[in-house]
Every structure is written in C-alpha cells, then in structure tokens.
C-alpha cells in the first residue's frame, strides 16, 4: 500500500505549489458535476457534445481544448519567467523547474497548437469547400477523442506520478531509466503516441475530404488559399508522424521492457533517436505554420476587400515548402557531428526554404496594395504577423548558415527565434483565424474593443518578452538554465523578458473575457456574412445548420462568394420549397469516446507497468473496433420538412 | 566603399545595436561579439554577413508593409487607387524572387565556405590535442601527450589550435567556450571533434549548451589561455604537485553531483574510448581526426 502510495505520488507531486492545484482541480470538477447534475445537463452533453460527428461542433471542442491547454501552458511559461526574472532566484527548483519546461514546451505543440489548428479545419474547410461534412465523421470524432484523452493523460501527470522532465525533445540517454527513474517520462511518451494516432486520423481525414468532397466547379486552382495549405498540412502529417511515433515507442522498450535502442551502453544509439525525433519535428513546424499562412491569405484579401495577390505563385511556393521541409532536419543538430558535407547540404537547404516563405510575405504586402484596409480584431492579427514573422524568418536563416549555428546553437537566440515564428506565425495567424470565424460557427460576434485591448497587450507583450533573447543568446545565455549568477550581464534582459510574458499573459486573460463576454452580450450575426466575405462559408447562415447546405453550391470562380454577390447572384442560397430533398448526414455516435477512454485506460497501464489494465484499455479498444465495424446504422435522414422549417427561420425560402 | 571600410562599416552598426540593446551598458558581456580566436571571429563573421543581409530584407518587408498600411486604408476621402481584380503583376513577382534569390546567395556562399574550412586545424598547424568527457555534471578534461587530467578547469597555450576530441560517460551536453568558439555535442560511445584557437591569452568561460538533468547549471568550466611557456610550467607544475587519478577515482567522478576544478598527474587510458563504434571515425564527420599519440 505505500509502496503504491509511493509510486503515485513521489516527492515532486507534494510541493506546495502542485497541492494547491491539487485542491483547485477538485473544487473545479465538484463544480463542474454540481452543474451538470443540479441544471440536468449529463444527457445533453453526452447527446450533443460527446457523442457528436458534426465537424462544426468537433470544431469548437478543438478550440475550448486549446484554449485551456494555452492557459496550461501559458502558467508553465509565466512560472519560468517568474524564476528567471531576477538572479539566483529561488523561485523553483531546478528539479521543478526542468518539469515545468517541458510540459510548457510539450503542451505549447501538441496540445495548444495542434488542437487549435484542427479547431480551424473543422469549422472552415467543409464550409468553405462546399461540402456537408468531413469525409470520414466518426473517423474525425476518434481524432478529437484521442486528443483529448491524450491531453487528459499528459496533464495529470503532475498531480499523480510526476511530471515528465527531459524537455519537450525528450532526447535520449537523457530519458532511459538509469538517468531518469519514476513514470513521468511514461506519460510523455504515451500522450505523444495516442494524440500522434488522433493527428495522423486528421490528416487523413482532410486530405481526402479536400480531394474528394469540394463543391462542383471548385477545381484544385479555383480552391480558398486556405483548403491549399490545410491539404498540404494533411500531406505533411501523413509522413511526419510515423517517425515520432517510432521514436516514442522505442524509447517507451527500452524504459519498459529493457531493450538498448538508445541507451547507454549495449550499443544503444542516441542519435538515431534525434534523427527520428527531428525528421518529425521539422516538418512539424511548417504543419504548425502553413495552416495560419492559409488564413492570413483568407483574412488578408476579405479586409483589403480585394482578390488574393498571387495566388499560383503563393500554390507553388506551398508546395516547395512541403517539398523541402522534409530536407532541412538535420539543421536542428549542425553541431552532432555529421560532417562538413551533410551540413552544408543542410544548411542550403534551409536557406532555400526561405525564398517561398519570403514570396508569400511580399504576396501579403501586395494583397494590401491597391486595396481597402479594415482594421478589424481579426486583420490586426494578420498585419501583426508580417513585420514580426519576418524577423523570426530572418533569424532562422541566421540559424541556416552552418558556422553561425555553432554559436547560436541551443543559446536563447534559438529560443526567441522559434518563439519569434510559433508565435508570430502560428499563433498570430490562429488568432485572426479565431476572430474570423468565430461568428460563424457561434453566430456572435467577437466585441471588438476588448479584442483590440487583448491583440494589444499580446502583440507589445511579445516584442518585449522575445526581443531581449535574442540578445542575450549573444551574450551566451543557454537554455534550460534554471538559474543564473550575476556577472554575466544577464539580468536586466532577463527582468525585461519576464515583464513582457506577463504582460502577454494580460492579454490572454482580456481574450478569454472577450470569448465569454461575447458569447452571452456579443452582436448577433443575423447575415451570415459579417466581414463581406470571399468564400463559401459565408454564404450560409450563422451558425450554419446542421447540414450546412440546403442546396450544394456550384462554384464558377475563385473567390466563390465574392463572385456569386458581383454577380448579384446571391439569391442561390435560397432555396424553393419543392427543390428541398431529404439530406443524408452521419448519424452521432458514442465509440469515438469509448474507444478514446480505452486508449486512456491502456496508456495508464502502460504508464505504471500494470498490464492488466494496460491489458483491458486494448480489449475495450478491440471490443469498439469490432462494435464500430458492424454498425451499420451509422447515418440519418433530415426529413425535408424539417430543412424546409430551419430555411425558413433563416428566411432563405424562396417563394 | 572598399570591401573592409564595409566590412568595418558593418561590424560598427552591429555593434551599435548590441550596445543599444544591452541595458547594463556593458558590451562586453556580448561573448559572441568580443572573439578571442580565429574560430570565433571567422564565425562572428558569418553571423554578420546573416544579419547585416537580413536586416536589408527586414527593412524592404517593413517599409512596404508601412506604406501599404498608411495609403491604403479604408477611410473615407482615401485618394489611393482601388483595384480589387489587380492579381498579379509579372515584373514585380519576379523581382521578388530576384531579391531573395540574391539574398540566399549572398549567405549561402560563405556558409559553404567557412562550413568547409572551419572543418579541418589548419594546414602546417600541429594542433594539442585535449579529450574531453562530460559527466553528471562535470567535465573531464585529459591531455594525452601531457598525461595530465583536470575537471571544470583547462590551460591552453595561445596562438596554437587546440583540438578538443569530446565523448560523454553521462546524457548528452555540448560542450561551449563562446568567445572561442562555437559547440559540439558530447554523446555516449562517439568521438566527435572540434578545435579552438585563443590567439590573445585570458580567461574565457565555458559551459554546457545541451541540458541533461538537473545539475546541467553547474557544467561550467574555464579556459585559461598563455603563452606556450607559461603553460608548459603549469603542466609541470601538475604533474609534480598533484595526485594520479585511479579507476576508484573515476568512478566517484561519475556520481550525480558537481565539483571545484581538480588536477591529477596521471590517469588510467580506460577513461577515455580507444575506440568507438559509428560513423564518427569512419568518414562523414565534421572534422579529420589528426592521429592522436595516445
């Protein structure tokens, strides 16, 4: 019993700061049973929300999943900042402080980056693309389950059984046993495998739907900018993921059951795992940014009331980023001794990168030129991005050249640079994305004061916390650092650095406000089309029903909407009573979060090597499997008369 | 302008901005900018022919950012022109793709360059060789023609590269003097090669750049750079004054803890691989091995 007692909760569970987010976490979930059992809401939210394949509503779990998870992470870092504020600070410990980076790092990628992206295909790519859902919705729902369950698991990690601690690279030998005993690391890799399951699911799930489910007459050249990029992002995760998997699950045999792939001795090798790790990883940075380069071409071109500048060079320059993403890897470890060759092969390949990503800016800019700019929340996003984007872009081509990563190598250089694009590019573009189509999957609008207030405070917050890095990478500072003497001259960019996080964190707090506030005072959208939009998602009501279109559109060019209101042509969105046929959808489903649960349940077996619950998650999983196949009842109708009734509160009957 | 008055040119905006960012007001705390060897100053270089290049793209993508922003807003009365159908425009793509492609070429020469030269000790240079173990969370430094071993501390003569053969008994590190130059990993069962040169004597800190656990703060270690006779009397002053190393030793040197700087005259051959498996001594490394009497 206290052997077991022993294992849950080590040391690092019993700090005081992690018992009082014990005692937060209970009084949270009382609350939160408290409501759904007291307002008798259990039924609608296993009917409505768990058991849904409505891409539109997976969409807006993605988001709240995110939102928290950019809480959770966005704590971790402001802890970080808090330490290193000020010299010697004793803050945290180094112990502590190791954990805490590595959930920062961990949960700022696959469980606030990630999630929100998918968030964003959900709600705008069927719509956009004229399509009634994704091509495979239990598939989606399945995706979003394990996600969440992987989320879950990687989050109650340092409550029960202790926080993993190697940095979210996780590199070997760091990570077998003999350095790094305990379970922590466990969760690490099963969270990492589980949702790398649910991404992969994804990017099938959008590369076919984009493929094979666009409206008639959208050809590939007439698509959004945005399906471009979300399909080249689903290419990407298909051959990016595997090797992460490989990586974790080889680490995951040689912690658990005493195999020598990257230990030590008994011819372990290290470096394979940082090759598989990063021949994921780098792909992985443009999976992160190209999503948020399709948006900002979609929000850039609707605000500037004006077509996209360049739209086949911006296609093209999409694909040689995919192309090439898949040869700049090693750039990541220039300094692990592969040779002069490899290196420069490296090195230009990564300055080769630079010359599409480079077109697409100078395309923004000219998108602008020539148009009329409206400075709402959502393109103030988008604006932020280029002249901060730029910099991090120039940075990395600093990085590329081979000699100049010796010393830039690890420093905090490295760190405000990938800062400097995964927020500056990412999380800028998520954000507009976030303004942009929040209306139409809530049918409110944002208000748009308090979004400026919080756009604000993040954007001067960022240049304040991330600029200072970069010099203090010169001055030698190296990351991962819990704490650092006088006399290196560190401090005062230090304290300035950690002003500027909290500063950010100010405009997270405003943002969710923002959310909330909306959601009960916000404007409501009765158009459909706030922005006077360019697609075909604002051709249809806000929130758009159920099955999205009453009548499939059909595209004849580009900017589809855009072309239809030219043409003065809008009245196609309604429909005539006798034209209404009964719309086939995919009926709600509960084994996506059944077999989501099992993954849970195994990954916890795993995790403290007990097989038999390891061994009864897979058996739930191969029960929902086999349930899953031979479900044959898996869609509905929607009888005519009720989309006759829905069109008609929207006043889209014609006739 | 002759290529060094812009060459000088260039270092005196970089350096003006460095010291416009550093609050203390203290330029020297800028390692990076303050080279000690040619390692350093040929890589110093580097980083300013990046960022002096970057810096003109910076600018061309911020002042026509401000200008479109300014002149094309949508405000009543705007005079600016409004073409909502202009798409594309041949002369300008290309010449955007003119501006980078110049941009990548005028970085991507000298990195070939320097990648290459930077890979071998220079030519009729007969480099000191120091073989280097990082441990939890230490470093072990031996000098196999001296026969001497020291932790977190070493003596290197100036004016006379050093090549430093790095391996790990412990989780990765890299190990990092940034005033004399850039870093190389430590890893497990691998050699991996890197030389340094200090060409004006003095003290330069060095440390770790790759965590690996929880006392990676304390890998930090100094180089003390003097002239050839200096440093061969602090050799001799070393292998007369302080104790051998044993296996025994060794083996306390591998507990999870850190140490003040420690000397010992003598140690056992076995600390360090006589042999390694991989890739690393086969070809495809980052540097020629020179043969090292061992």
């Known amino acids: 019993m206290s052997s077991l007692l022993a294992l849950l909760f080590p040391p690092s569970t019993t700090r005081n700061m992690e018992l009082s987010a014990d005692v937060l976490i209970i009084l949270a979930s009382a609350a939160i049973i408290f409501y759904l059992t007291r307002w008798h809401r259990w039924k609608y939210l296993w009917r409505e929300w768990l058991t849904t394949v409505d891409h539109k509503k997976i969409g807006i779990m993605y988001l709240i999943a995110a939102v928290t998870m950019l809480f959770r992470g966005g704590t971790d870092a402001l802890l970080l900042r808090a330490q290193l504020a000020v010299p010697n600070n004793h803050l945290l410990g180094p112990l502590h402080y190791d954990e805490i980076f590595t959930t920062h790092g961990t949960i700022m990628i696959f469980f606030m980056a990630m999630p929100l992206i998918f968030a964003m295909f959900n709600i705008a790519i069927p719509l956009m693309i004229g399509s009634r859902d994704v091509a495979f919705p239990r598939l989606n729902a399945i995706s979003f389950w394990l996600f969440a369950f992987a989320a879950f698991l990687f989050n109650i990690s340092f409550v029960i059984g202790g926080s993993p601690n190697a940095g979210w690279t996780a590199y070997p030998p760091l990570t077998e046993l003999a350095f790094n005993p305990g379970v922590g690391q466990n969760y690490y890799l099963m969270a990492l495998v589980v949702t790398g399951l649910g991404t992969t699911a994804t990017g099938i799930n959008f590369l076919v739907t984009i493929l094979r489910m666009r409206a008639p007459g959208m050809t590939l050249m007439r698509m959004p900018m945005f399906a471009w990029t979300t399909l080249v992002t689903s290419v990407l995760i298909l051959f990016a993921f595997p090797p992460l998997t490989v990586a974790m699950v080889l680490t995951l045999f040689d912690r658990l059951f005493g195999t020598a792939f990257f230990t030590i001795g008994r011819g372990g090798m290290p470096m394979m795992y940082v090759n598989l790790f990063w021949l994921f990883g780098h792909p992985e940075v443009y999976i992160l940014v190209l999503p948020s380069f399709g948006i900002f071409s979609e929000v850039v071109a609707t605000f500037s009331r004006k077509k996209l500048f360049g739209y086949s060079t911006m296609v093209y320059s999409v694909l040689a980023i995919t192309f090439l993403s898949y040869g700049t890897w090693v750039h990541h470890f220039f300094t692990m001794g592969a040779g002069a060759a490899v290196n420069v092969f490296f090195g230009l390949s990564t300055i080769l990168i630079a010359i599409p990503t480079g077109i697409k800016i100078f395309n923004w800019i000219f998108t602008m030129w020539n148009g009329r700019i409206k400075m709402t929340v959502a393109m103030m996003w988008a604006l932020a991005f280029i002249p901060t984007f730029v910099v991090g872009g120039a940075t990395g081509v600093m990085l590329g050249a081979v000699p100049g990563d010796y010393q830039f190598h690890n420093s905090y250089f490295l760190i405000a640079h990938f800062h400097n694009v995964i927020i500056g590019g990412t999380v800028f573009g998520l954000m507009s994305g976030v303004y942009y189509w929040w209306p139409k999957v809530t049918g409110r609008l944002l208000n748009e004061r308090q979004g400026k207030w919080a756009f604000w405070l993040f954007f001067l917050g960022f240049w304040l916390t991330f600029m200072p890095q970069y010099a203090l990478g010169f001055m030698g500072m190296t990351r991962r650092m819990y704490t650092y003497s006088h006399g290196f001259g560190w401090s005062s960019l230090n304290l300035i650095s950690t002003i500027g996080a909290f500063v950010m964190g100010a405009g997270f707090v405003v943002m969710v406000y923002n959310f909330v506030w909306s959601q009960i005072h916000g404007e409501i959208d009765v158009t459909g089309d706030p922005w006077n939009g360019r697609t075909l998602e604002w051709s249809t009501p806000s929130p758009a029903p159920e099955y999205n279109f009453a009548r499939i559109p059909v595209v004849t060019d580009r900017d589809a909407w855009w072309a239809m209101k030219q043409e003065q042509k809008t009245n196609v969105v309604q429909i005539k009573p006798q034209e209404i046929t009964d719309i086939e959808l995919p009926k709600s489903s509960g084994i996506p979060f059944l077999m989501g649960l099992s993954f849970f349940v195994f990954s916890v077996g795993m995790v403290f090597s007990w097989w038999w619950i390891a061994g009864a998650g897979f058996l739930g999983f191969v029960v929902c499997m086999l349930v899953g196949t031979f479900d044959y009842d898996d869609h509905k109708e929607v009888p005519r008369q009720e989309i006759q009734n829905t069109e008609s509160a929207f006043g889209r009957l014609q006739g | ?294």
């Open chain 2, 1 to 294: 302008m002759s290529f060094k008055r812009s060459k000088r040119a260039i270092r005196f905006i970089f350096m003006a901005l460095a010291i416009g960012l550093s609050v203390s007001g203290c330029g020297n705390d800028f390692v990076l900018l303050h080279p000690a060897g040619p390692v350093a100053a040929s890589e110093l270089n580097l980083i300013e022919i990046t960022a002096a290049t970057m810096i003109v793209i910076i600018l061309i993508v911020w002042v026509l950012f401000g200008i479109a922003l300014v002149r094309f807003r949508d405000t009543p009365g705007n005079k600016a022109p409004y073409r909502p159908l202009w798409d594309h425009n041949k002369k300008l793509e290309l010449g955007v793709i003119a501006v980078s492609v110049v941009a990548a070429v005028i970085i991507a020469v000298p990195t070939w360059n320097k990648t290459f030269a930077l890979a071998h000790v220079p030519k009729g240079k007969s480099p000191i060789v120091i073989d280097v173990t990082s441990l939890d969370w230490k470093w072990l430094f031996e000098y196999p023609s001296q026969h001497i071993a020291t932790v977190n501390y070493i003596d290197v003569p100036t004016n006379r590269p050093v090549l430093f053969e790095l391996t790990a008994d412990s989780p990765m590190n890299t190990f990092w003097v940034p005033q004399l130059g850039g870093m190389e990993y430590t890893m497990p069962s691998e050699v991996l090669p890197l030389w340094l040169e200090a060409s004006k004597p003095g003290l330069y800190w060095g440390r770790s750049g790759n965590f690996s656990g929880s006392g990676f703060v304390h890998m930090t270690f100094n180089v003390h750079a003097v002239p050839a006779s200096t440093f061969n009397a602090w050799v001799r002053n070393v292998k007369t004054t302080q104790p051998k190393m044993t296996m025994a030793d060794y083996r306390q040197l591998l507990k999870f803890n850190w140490i003040a700087p420690r000397y010992y005259s003598a140690y056992p051959a076995a600390t360090f691989p006589a042999e390694t498996h991989g890739f690393t001594l086969e070809g495809g490394m980052y540097m020629e091995m020179q043969p090292t009497p061992k």
